[in-house]
């Protein structure tokens, strides 16, 4: 389950570190979230903009490299924070650690309401 996981890594794009928008939703003071390395986080941002292109066959093994480092540094749970990053969900399910994608969140409780 995700609660027993206190380390997130986050795969988001610069914007949102910057923002720090992930963290100021879940106030949870016990959670520490690590972000790729710069190397990794310019890697990231050029994957985000490839599959924006449409070339997102081309960058999945980029993808995992990221989150399988973002995990050797200790992450127990890969937040997916940016909608691109939604299209791979599936292959990040492969990584071995449990998987967040808000969007799946959203759509899932938008689906439930009645409006």
Not at 30 to 55: F, N, V, W
């Amino acid at each position: 389950t995700y609660s027993s996981q206190k380390i997130i890594g986050r795969l988001a794009t610069d914007g949102t570190l910057v923002e720090g928008i992930y963290q100021g939703a879940i106030k949870e003071p016990t959670l520490q979230y690590i972000s790729p390395s710069p190397a990794d986080q310019k890697e990231l941002m050029c994957i985000i903009y490839e599959i924006k292109r449409g070339h997102g066959d081309a960058v999945s093994e980029g993808l995992m490299a990221i989150s399988r480092r973002l995990i050797a540094a200790g992450a127990g749970v890969i937040l997916l924070g940016c909608t691109e990053l939604s299209l791979f969900f599936e292959a990040f399910k492969k990584c071995g650690k449990p998987v967040v994608d808000p969007l799946r969140i959203t759509a899932r409780v938008l689906a439930q309401k009645k409006f």
